[in-house]
C-alpha cells in the first residue's frame, strides 16, 4: 500500500515560530517521500482550522497524517473524531508533541532546537509510512445489571447512584440484614468465582446453600471494614472490649453501655501490627459526643497517642473537651496497658502531666481496626489484587479513585482503608455513578492497540499467560497462544517479554519502535 | 569532526511518564537537548531487543521511564520493565559495555522535578563515557 501523507504544523498559537524556522520544517516535510501536503496553523484545536485541515487531507487524498503540535492527551479525541469523519482511520494519525518536547524546554538553544525538530519529524514521518489501520470493534452488553457487594453505608450510596442512570442494581450482602436501596438485594450470598470480562462477566454466587449464576456489567466493591471483630494484644487480654463502631451501634439504639467508658486509638499501642487508622480521630470524637449527649454523667476518657481532629472536626475536639469528655495522651514513654492484678483497670502515662494514671473502666473501645475478612474471598473470586494490609488495591490513579486495576470493577469505601461514614457514602457514590455511566451505554469497545500471536512463531511456553496483568493470552486448541481481545488493554508486557518474538502490539510493533528510533539516532543531535 | 555531542534516547511510557514529561515542560524546566524520546505503550512493551539496537544505532545512553510500580496503569508493567532492563544490563556486562548506559527511571505524573534530572544523569553519563568502543576504556 503506497502512504500519502499530510502533515500539520501547529504554530500553537505563537510559540512554536519564535523557536523553530517553520519553513525549514515545512521544506524538509514536503521533500519526504509519500508527503502530499503540508499545512501550517496557528492551531489545530480550533475547530474551524481543523476543519480546514480534514477538508485539505480528502482533497489532497491523503490517507494518513503527521500533526506536529502539543501533548497527545489534549488534543487526540476531537483530532481523531474530525479525521474520522474525512475517512481517515484514527490509528493512522501519528502526533508529535513539539510544543512540550522542543519548544518550550530548550528555547534558548534554537539550533539545537531545529535540529532535535527536524528529526523528530523525520522519525513521526518514518513511523506513519510503518502504521497500519486498525479498527475497534463493539460488542453489546448482554445485561444491563451492576452488581454491588456489600450492603452497608457504601453499599447503598452505590446502589442509589448506579440507579439514577437507569441500571438494575443488585446488592450482595453476606449477612442477613435488610436494607432500603433500589434494585435486588440478595442476603446470605456471597461472590465465589467471576468468568468474563468488562460488560459481560458472569459471577458465580454462594446463596445460602444454592449455587448460582449471575450475569452482569459491573461490579462495585463495597464490602466495607472488619467493623465487628478486634484484632491485637490490648483486644485479647479484655475479653469483652468492643469496637468503636459497636459502641456507635449501643450508643444509638441499645442499652447504654456500663461507664465508665474508655476510648483506645489501637488494640496495639507499642507494635507494629496496627497502626492508628485515619477516621479514627473525627470518629471517635463523634461517638464521643453522641454519648455524653445521651447521659451526661458517664465518665468517658479517650486514650489517644495524639488526636489528629481535621478540618471541622476540630470543633468537635473543642466540643467534647467542653462536654467532659477527659483527654489523655500518650506517647512511648508509657504505653496503655492492662493493670495486671485488675483486668477492668488500664494503665497509662499522661503524656501532658508525666502522672500514670491508673483508669478503671466499664466498657473498652478501640477505634482501630483489622480489614475485612471478605475481602481476601472476593479479590480472589474476581481476580483482582490486594493490598498488603488486608484491603483492595486500588487501580493507578489515572484510572480513576474508585477503580482497581481491573476495568468494570470498582471499588469504593472501607473495602480499600477504613474511613468515616461521610467519605464512603461519598466513595460509594462516586463509584455508583461510574458503574452506571459505563453500564448504561450497553456498548463494550475493545480491540485497535491490542497484542497479536503469530502462531508459526509461538511454542507455548506460557510466558505470556503467567505475565499479563490481565489474563487475556490463553493457549488455544491449537497448542498456540491466543490472546482474548475483550480483555487486552494493550500495555504490550507480553510482547515484550515473549521469548519467540510471537506477540507484537498492533500501532507499536517491534520494527514501528526500532525504525523510529534508527531514524532519530541517525539525525543531528 | 566537531566536538561529540551526546545521543540519548528515552523511551517512554505514555501514561504516567509522558504526563511527567510534559508537567516538567509546562512548569518551565529546561530540558538538555539531547534526548529524543520514544514513546511506547508501557515501560513493559520495551524488550532487550529495543534497547540494545538503540544502543547498535548509536546511542550513548538509553533509558527507560516508566510509572511509580504500586501506581502503574498497566498494573505490573514497570515492573516488568524494570526486570528487562537489569536483564539488558547484564548482557551488557558480558559484552564488556559499561552497565551506566541503561537505566530505568519511575516517575510520577505530578513529579515536574524528576525528568529533568533522569536527562541530566543520563546526559552526564553519556558525556563521561562518550561513543560505545571510543571512550572509556581502550579495546
Not at chain 1, 492551531?43 to 477538508?55: H, M, P, Q, S
Not at chain 1, 491449537?478 to 506477540?503: D, M
Not at chain 2, 539531547?34 to 515501560?43: D, E, I, N, T
Request: net charge neutral.
Amino acid at each position: 500500500m503506497k502512504a500519502a501523507i499530510q502533515v500539520v504544523i501547529c504554530k500553537c498559537c505563537t510559540d512554536v515560530p519564535l523557536v523553530l524556522d517553520l519553513s525549514r520544517l515545512e521544506k524538509l516535510a514536503s521533500d519526504s517521500d509519500n508527503v502530499v501536503s503540508v499545512a501550517v496553523v496557528n492551531a489545530v484545536c480550533d475547530g474551524k482550522e481543523l476543519a480546514g485541515i480534514v477538508k485539505n487531507a480528502v482533497e489532497k487524498e491523503a490517507d494518513r497524517a503527521v500533526v506536529l503540535a502539543c501533548h497527545k492527551k489534549d488534543f487526540s479525541p476531537a483530532l481523531a473524531k474530525a479525521y474520522k469523519r474525512a475517512g481517515i482511520n484514527e490509528f493512522l494519525v501519528e502526533i508529535v508533541n513539539l510544543r512540550e518536547e522542543v519548544v518550550v524546554p530548550i528555547k534558548d538553544d534554537k539550533e539545537r532546537a531545529q535540529a532535535k525538530a527536524e528529526t523528530i519529524l523525520n522519525a513521526a514521518l518514518a513511523r506513519a509510512r510503518m502504521l497500519t489501520p486498525l479498527e475497534r470493534k463493539k460488542e453489546d452488553m448482554r445485561t444491563r445489571n451492576v452488581v454491588i457487594i456489600g450492603a452497608g453505608v457504601t453499599g447503598q450510596a452505590a446502589a442509589g447512584a448506579a440507579s439514577e442512570s437507569g441500571v438494575h442494581t443488585i446488592i450482595i450482602e453476606k449477612s442477613t440484614r435488610t436494607v432500603k436501596a433500589p434494585g435486588i438485594i440478595m442476603s446470605r450470598s456471597q461472590v465465589v468465582g467471576a468468568k468474563g470480562y468488562s460488560g459481560n462477566y458472569e459471577l458465580e454466587i454462594q446463596a445460602g446453600e444454592k449455587s448460582e449464576t449471575l450475569e452482569c456489567a459491573a461490579i462495585v466493591i463495597a464490602s466495607g471494614g472488619g467493623w465487628t471483630h478486634l484484632k491485637g494484644p490490648l483486644a485479647k487480654s479484655v475479653k469483652d472490649s468492643i469496637p468503636l463502631y459497636e459502641l456507635f451501634l449501643r450508643v444509638r439504639s441499645g442499652p447504654a453501655p456500663k461507664g465508665p467508658i474508655v476510648v483506645i486509638d489501637t488494640p496495639d499501642p507499642a507494635g507494629k501490627t496496627m497502626k492508628t487508622q485515619d477516621y479514627a480521630w473525627a470518629a471517635a470524637l463523634e461517638t464521643v459526643i453522641d454519648l455524653k449527649k445521651r447521659s451526661p454523667e458517664t465518665v468517658v476518657y479517650v486514650v489517644f497517642q495524639e488526636m489528629r481532629a481535621f478540618g471541622v472536626s476540630e470543633l468537635d475536639y473543642k466540643l467534647a473537651a467542653e462536654m467532659g469528655v477527659k483527654f489523655v495522651r500518650y506517647d512511648k514513654g508509657g504505653f496503655p496497658k492492662i493493670d495486671q492484678k485488675d483486668p477492668h483497670k488500664i494503665v497509662v502515662k499522661d503524656a501532658s502531666q508525666g502522672d500514670v494514671l491508673s483508669v478503671p473502666f466499664g466498657t473498652l473501645a478501640f477505634a482501630s481496626i483489622p480489614m475485612n475478612e471478605s475481602n481476601q474471598v472476593i479479590a480472589d473470586a474476581l481476580r483482582i489484587p490486594m493490598a498488603q494490609d488486608g484491603g483492595i488495591r486500588r487501580g493507578s490513579l489515572q484510572r480513576g479513585p474508585v477503580s482497581t486495576p481491573r476495568p468494570g470493577i470498582f471499588v469504593c469505601g472501607s473495602a480499600l482503608f477504613p474511613k468515616p461514614r461521610e467519605v464512603a457514602r461519598a466513595e460509594g457514590e462516586a463509584a455508583g455513578s461510574l458503574a452506571g455511566e459505563y453500564v448504561k451505554g450497553g456498548v463494550i469497545e475493545f480491540g485497535g492497540s491490542v497484542a497479536q500471536v503469530t502462531a508459526e512463531k509461538c511454542s507455548a511456553c506460557l510466558t505470556c499467560v503467567r505475565t499479563c496483568p490481565y489474563e487475556a493470552p490463553f493457549i488455544g486448541a491449537a497448542s498456540k497462544a491466543e490472546i482474548r481481545t475483550q480483555l487486552c488493554q494493550g500495555c504490550g508486557v507480553c510482547a515484550g517479554i515473549c521469548p519467540s518474538k510471537a506477540i507484537d502490539i498492533l500501532h507499536y510493533t517491534d520494527d514501528q519502535v526500532m525504525e523510529q528510533t534508527r531514524v532519530i539516532l541517525g539525525g543531528d543531535f | 569532526m566537531a566536538e561529540h555531542r551526546p545521543r540519548v534516547v528515552g523511551f517512554c511510557c505514555e501514561k504516567h511518564a509522558m504526563d511527567a514529561v510534559v508537567l516538567s515542560s509546562r512548569s518551565g524546566r529546561k530540558i538538555d537537548a539531547s534526548v529524543r524520546l520514544v514513546q511506547v505503550p508501557c515501560a513493559g512493551r520495551v524488550d532487550g531487543m529495543h534497547i540494545l539496537r538503540a544502543l547498535e544505532d548509536g546511542a550513548d545512553a538509553v533509558f527507560v521511564l516508566g510509572c511509580l510500580e504500586k501506581n502503574c496503569y498497566y498494573d505490573t508493567g514497570s515492573i516488568e520493565g524494570r526486570k528487562r532492563v537489569n536483564y539488558v544490563k547484564s548482557m551488557l556486562a558480558e559484552a564488556g559495555v559499561e552497565q551506566e548506559r541503561v537505566e530505568m527511571f519511575n516517575v510520577a505524573s505530578s513529579n515536574a522535578w524528576m525528568y529533568p534530572e533522569v536527562v541530566s544523569k543520563m546526559v552526564e553519563v553519556a558525556k563521561r563515557l562518550g561513543p560505545i568502543g571510543r571512550g572509556g576504556e581502550e579495546r
